[in-house]
């Protein structure tokens, strides 16, 4: 996809024809927001106001259809592109994802129009076993309602929050594909919590627990999933193992929750002992 970031990077009028017309397209939205970002990245946020803007007018119109998906994606990689770009730091533009990602889900902007009462309705009547399990919710004092509220708009804000990341590291390798050849791979291998960063995101969570804000919780641990991600390929670069290593990887943490504790296990301890840099060769 390379020539198609350089094509884009000829002036302000093809990325902003190219943001606008993946925003149109539906589940071109990822497009429409990496084209953001690498504009971003490159020249930063004033220049990069029309491209925004031509990415946010077609992604507000699908908001409006219902689907805020696009738009959000939009405007979260903007803002971690800006903190990446200012502070050079990929775990404080993941942190500044993070928290923005907790206020929309807080928001309730990821619920769908009209609530959840009429999907909840659907799900009875499409199968008496759902209607059986939510019938007992209730029995227990729970408030169907509100759980799914907390469910849905909580696992729809975590996906538009990955789909960011997502978006960011692609607008991120065609930066350096244009203008620092190798320069992700590097930046992207060295991505590592300090305990500053671990003691805040620790700190969210419990803040969220405490006065009720779930959303924080549900996604303070995304940054450090990603740093244990950026440790897993480091291995493997300083190792120089084959790529087949990073496929079965992926594989295993898409299909398997106990590797995804592993993986934030592992980014936590890396925050205290920093595996590559033990790892790493000296040079004399």
């Avoid at 149109?24 to 990822?30: D, M, Y």
């Avoid at 775990?91 to 909840?120: H, M, R």
Wanted: charged share 10%; glycine share 12%; with cysteine.
């Amino acid at each position: 996809m390379l020539p198609i970031a350089r094509w884009l990077m000829r002036g302000t009028p093809y990325a902003t024809g190219g943001a606008a017309l993946a925003a149109i397209v539906p589940w071109l939205f990822w497009l429409s927001a990496a084209i953001v970002a690498l504009v971003t990245l490159r020249r930063g946020m004033l220049p990069a106001l029309p491209v925004l803007a031509a990415g946010a007018l077609p992604a507000g119109w699908w908001w409006m259809q219902g689907d805020v998906i696009p738009l959000a994606s939009v405007l979260l990689v903007t803002l971690m592109a800006v903190v990446l770009r200012e502070r050079m730091r990929w775990s404080e533009a993941l942190i500044a994802g993070t928290l923005a990602g907790a206020v929309l889900i807080q928001l309730g902007v990821f619920i769908p129009p009209g609530g959840t009462g009429p999907l909840l309705e659907q799900l009875r009547q499409s199968s008496d076993e759902i209607d059986q399990v939510l019938g007992e919710l209730v029995r227990q004092g729970y408030d169907t309602e509100e759980l799914a509220t907390l469910l849905i708009g909580g696992i729809t804000g975590l996906m538009v929050l990955i789909a960011a990341i997502g978006c960011l590291a692609l607008a991120r390798s065609w930066q350096a594909g244009l203008y620092n050849p190798g320069g992700f791979r590097e930046e992207f291998h060295a991505l590592r919590l300090v305990p500053r960063e671990l003691a805040l995101l620790v700190l969210l969570g419990v803040v969220g627990m405490v006065l009720g804000l779930p959303s924080l919780s549900m996604l303070a641990w995304v940054p450090l999933l990603v740093a244990g991600i950026a440790l897993v390929h480091g291995f493997i670069g300083i190792k120089g193992m084959n790529g087949l290593w990073l496929v079965a990887f992926y594989g295993l943490l898409i299909t398997t929750w106990p590797m995804i504790l592993i993986v934030l296990l592992a980014a936590f301890i890396d925050v205290f002992v920093d595996f590559r840099g033990r790892l790493a060769p000296r040079s004399d």
